[in-house]
């Protein structure tokens, strides 16, 4: 019989904490009902004492979810552990996930203590969230950079203390694979009580290495992975769910199994990606836009001879459909709806009404609208509700001549209209809305990126201003490059008020 390996799932805690990729409490729970749907095994919901936000969606994801435990995060605070009980009474299988950093750097600059002192706080926090839930999980902050005899000693405590499971976080992206192989093996061979708990990976990507640390870990003896969905998080990123999933399923000799339905790994990866706004890069393993695709004319040889030469996976094992429906200006909304529900958003009739008005304009525009062009207009639908809306653009630039924008906004259904000459038709376009916009803004951060291929793309900019000591960021796509730009700082004005 093979090994069950446990999926904790922590895009909604994790995963969201990059800037500008924070979502609602609906669209938290629209992502945590996918991920009950995947078949992960623990949905890490939020750190309940951060904010009222996170508080209020482990709350209402605990009632939205069935099977999965629900996980709240704290420090090794009492404060934290009770708020976090209280976000989790709704919860039908509940998790407190608490700990404290272990490394020296950690004890020693971030708490000023010592190596005696955290394992009696670990203790501590263990035993009083043990005092609310059976399944206590706690982590070892910074892991990777504690040795490991120090690191047996908190592991073996906290197990006694009642840890159902232990968390060993290489937190910083630091640890080789065989190092982190090596540290968990330790712990397996050197902690008195380890059958009692289960040994979880939790590898960053700042090298570039999380993904084989994690299976390192696991090989080591580890039975909870700790990933994301497309590998977001903190800094350059967290282990992806969707690697592991498809490493283990590739590679049966290993013996490991998950409970995830790998079909439904493309449509939450489209879902993800396009509720935080975070394009996945086209070259990213098993989810990426290239991720099928072959270029080369050998490779082409050899997939049209047997598709095995080069595919170890079957697109429609992570749910690619390699016979999509092309949607052109002809398509009907039912084939939109289609589309639209393979990428992972279902809408009510209204709303596609609303999102197929826009995709009759974009198909005019496009010979093919693809479904990173889908995903776009699902998202560009809530524009509607904002204040402050773009009404027309008119832009006159060229080689040898100076650029210059006219604009037109409906601020809460006020007309105001406004031109200006700038360096390029984005920098004249953006000093035409300031006109109107009467703020002292600051344009921190500016990026271009093509969502489809051909003359005829989609562009996607995402933008960071800051306002008042603010940071606020904004995103827009169009077949118009500097009608993009526009959107996305309109996007980030429309979110002083609200943020």
Same mark, same amino acid.
């Given at each position: 019989m093979n090994d069950r390996l446990f999926i904790f799932d922590t895009t909604l805690r994790d995963g969201e904490q990059v800037p500008?990729?924070?979502?609602? &409490?609906?669209?938290k729970i629209q992502v945590a009902k996918a991920l009950e749907q995947l078949g992960v095994d623990v949905i890490e919901a939020g750190f309940p004492i951060s904010s009222p936000g996170d508080f209020n969606s482990v709350i209402e994801i605990s009632k939205a979810v069935t099977w999965p435990t629900i996980c709240a995060l704290t420090r090794a605070v009492e404060r934290d552990i009770d708020v976090a009980f209280e976000a989790l009474k709704y919860a039908k299988h509940k998790r407190i996930h608490t700990g404290i950093g272990t490394s020296d750097e950690h004890i020693k600059y971030k708490f000023n203590a010592t190596r005696e002192? @955290?394992?009696?706080?670990?203790?501590?926090?263990? #035993?009083?969230?043990?005092?609310?839930?059976d399944d206590v999980e706690f982590y070892c902050e910074d892991a990777g950079r504690t040795d490991n005899e120090y690191l047996a000693r908190v592991v073996e405590? !906290? @197990? #006694?203390?009642?840890?159902?499971?232990?968390?060993?976080p290489d937190t910083t992206g630091y640890c080789l694979p065989q190092e982190y192989y090596e540290k968990i093996k330790y712990l397996m061979e050197h902690v008195d009580g380890i059958d009692r708990a289960i040994i979880s990976t939790h590898c960053h990507n700042d090298l570039g290495l999380a993904t084989a640390n994690t299976l390192s870990g696991v090989m080591a003896g580890a039975r909870q992975v700790e990933v994301t969905i497309n590998g977001i998080g903190e800094r350059a990123?967290?282990?992806?769910?969707?690697?592991?999933?498809?490493? /283990?399923?590739? %590679?049966?000799?290993?013996e490991i199994d998950t409970n995830i339905n790998t079909s439904k790994i493309y449509p939450i990866s489209r879902m993800v990606s396009s509720l935080m706004n975070m394009p996945v890069q086209p070259n990213k393993a098993i989810v990426g836009r290239n991720a099928?695709?072959?270029?080369? $004319?050998?490779?082409?040889?050899?997939?049209?001879?047997?598709?095995? &030469?080069?595919?170890?996976?079957?697109? #429609?094992?992570?749910?690619?459909?390699?016979?999509?429906?092309?949607? &052109?200006?002809?398509? $009907?909304?039912?084939? /939109?709806?289609?589309?639209? %529900?393979v990428n992972g958003v279902d809408v009510d009739e209204q709303k596609l009404d609303k999102i197929y008005d826009k995709f009759l304009k974009l198909a005019d525009q496009k010979k093919e609208v693809a479904d990173a062009d889908v995903l776009m207009l699902a998202g560009a639908d809530t524009?509607?509700? %904002?204040? !402050?809306? /773009?009404?027309?653009?008119?832009? &006159?630039?060229? #080689?040898?001549?100076?650029?210059?924008?006219?604009?037109g906004l409906d601020i809460s259904g006020q007309k105001f209209e406004a031109a200006a000459s700038g360096n390029g038709p984005v920098d004249a376009a953006i000093k035409a809305l300031k006109r109107i916009i009467m703020k002292q803004m600051t344009l921190k951060e500016f990026t271009i990126q093509a969502i489809s291929k051909g003359s005829d793309d989609v562009g996607k900019v995402h933008m960071q201003v800051e306002y008042q000591g603010g940071l606020y960021y904004g995103f827009g796509a169009d077949t118009d490059i500097v009608t993009a730009s526009v959107e996305a700082y309109i996007d980030c004005i429309n979110k002083f008020k609200r943020e």
């Open positions: 500008g990729c924070q979502l609602n &409490t609906v669209e002192e @955290i394992i009696e706080r670990a203790v501590a926090a263990t #035993k009083y969230a043990k005092r609310f839930v405590a !906290v @197990i #006694k203390a009642g840890a159902t499971v232990v968390n060993i990123g967290n282990t992806s769910l969707e690697e592991m999933a498809m490493i /283990l399923k590739c %590679h049966k000799a290993l099928f695709a072959h270029s080369s $004319g050998i490779h082409q040889d050899g997939v049209l001879k047997n598709v095995h &030469t080069y595919e170890i996976m079957d697109p #429609k094992d992570v749910g690619i459909d390699d016979n999509s429906i092309v949607l &052109t200006a002809r398509s $009907g909304r039912a084939a /939109l709806k289609h589309r639209l %529900h524009a509607d509700q %904002h204040a !402050v809306r /773009l009404d027309f653009l008119q832009v &006159t630039t060229g #080689k040898g001549v100076k650029s210059v924008a006219s604009i």
